[in-house]
T-cell receptor
């Protein structure tokens, strides 16, 4: 079963607009990561936020984490056609012994940027 | 280019057959992970090896097996193939034993079609 669930499943916006995707998870985590996948390609790491962090920025990306609500959001500002891809959150469960964590991916949000 | 190399890129085989997927991790990475991505199951963690030893196990079927060799490359063996095994199989690698707080780097995947 999936640890994370992204919302919405699909999102279409005009180029230049901001895109927001949400991720909810079930159990306490050490860290949460966001990955991007272009159609049929490998996943590319975007950003990692630790459980004791609330917000993190990287270029046009802004990630927030609310551990009390077990949720995270990914904001892409000033979207570009090249941002068209699927976006996944990934969590590793807190409490497992070091080295035995496994990254569990959510179901993904399919983002389409309309030129 | 993530530095993780997977072969073959595409593979078509018949039900009941056996295939081997190969992965070379990034230079210096000791951990190798295998994931399966299908439309109905999403991205599922199969198994992880660290420096030649099995480290974590996910939803890997008994018909599937993997190993990591002394040169750190890994192979995923899929036997008695069924139509439902058709999927994109990803290999990923990381420096550390665990995925917690560590970026894992994905290969471009091996497309397996079972007919």
């Amino acid at each position: 079963s999936q640890q994370g669930e992204e919302d919405p499943q699909a999102l279409s916006i005009q180029e230049g607009e901001n895109a927001t995707m949400n991720c909810s998870y079930k159990t306490s985590i050490n860290n949460l990561q966001w990955y991007r996948q272009n159609s049929g390609r490998g996943l590319v790491h975007l950003i990692l936020i630790r459980s004791n962090e609330r917000e993190k920025h990287s270029g046009r990306l802004r990630v927030t984490l609310d551990t009390s609500k077990k949720s995270s959001s990914l904001l892409i500002t000033a979207s570009r056609a090249a941002d068209t891809a699927s976006y996944f959150c990934a969590t590793d469960v807190k409490g497992l012994s070091f080295g035995n964590e496994k990254l569990t991916f959510g179901t993904g949000t399919r983002l389409t940027i309309i030129p | 280019d993530s530095g993780v190399t997977q072969t073959p890129k595409h593979l078509i085989t018949a039900t009941g057959q056996r295939v081997t997927l190969r992965c070379s991790p990034r230079s210096g990475d000791l951990s190798v992970y295998w994931y399966q991505q299908s439309l109905d199951q999403g991205l599922q963690f199969l198994i992880q090896y660290y420096n030649g030893e099995e480290r974590a196990k996910g939803n890997i079927l008994e018909r599937f097996s993997a190993q990591q060799f002394p040169d750190l490359h890994s192979e995923l063996n899929l036997s008695s193939l069924e139509l439902g095994d058709s999927a994109l199989y990803f290999c990923a690698s990381s420096v550390a034993a665990g995925s917690s707080g560590n970026t894992i780097y994905f290969g471009e995947g091996s497309w397996l079609t079972v007919v």
